[in-house]
């Protein structure tokens, strides 16, 4: 958790804190800030860094681990961030470019949906060590089935298949850290049966 000798001050959903942030901890905020529904917008100011965080509205310059309204996205959808933040003066490194050479990597075929990260964290296959994995290939999926784990902090986030359909692919490796919008999953949409009519 964030150190309690920071001095908060929030008006209106703005903060302005009396030391400059490291890294992780902007990544934490943002976290908390995103994983809370009291918030439509918030603002921080620590120095020359400023953040602007707002959900639905509009974004600014560049999108920082915003969470996708779903996990799963069809392949001929980018994700749309639901929260971002500009910050000039001084950006945190981007992880636009490895994620989107990651998307480039996967092949996609018509019908297939891509599970992909909602955060950036440590991606688990099961839900404790030595437990067998949510899901392996080749097994059916509901929309709320829950696929992995992605841990932010010691916070464990469930994360659902998004679609129904058929595992095809598992593109991350177990405990190994994920990157937000990194694919993790790929599934197949199932076809109806012919004796189903």
């Known amino acids: 958790m964030l150190s309690t000798h920071r001095h908060w001050h929030f008006v209106d959903w703005n903060c302005v804190a009396a030391q400059p942030f490291d890294y992780q901890q902007l990544l934490q905020i943002i976290e908390l800030i995103e994983s809370s529904s009291q918030f439509s917008e918030f603002k921080l100011r620590s120095g020359d860094l400023e953040i ?18 779903a996990v799963a996205t069809p392949m001929a959808q980018a994700p749309a961030p639901a929260i971002a933040a500009a ?36 991606f688990y296959r099961a839900p404790e060590p030595g437990a067998a994995p949510f899901v392996e290939v080749g097994k059916r999926v509901d929309a709320d089935t829950p696929v992995c784990i992605v841990e ?46």
Do not use: C, N, W
């Open 52 to 69: 602007e965080l707002r959900r639905g509205g509009p974004g600014a310059a560049m999108p920082v681990m915003a969470a996708p309204a």
């Open 87 to 122: 910050v000039p003066g001084s950006a945190p490194p981007a992880a636009a470019a490895p994620v989107k050479a990651a998307r480039a990597a996967v092949e996609h075929l018509p019908g297939q949906t891509i599970v992909t990260a909602p955060m950036v964290g440590t």
């Open 152 to 197: 932010v902090m010691k916070l464990m986030s469930t994360i659902p298949a998004g679609t129904a359909g058929v595992v095809v692919e598992i593109l991350a490796a177990d405990a190994e850290p994920v990157e937000y919008g990194q694919p993790l999953f790929v599934i197949a949409a199932e076809r109806p049966h012919d004796d189903d009519a």
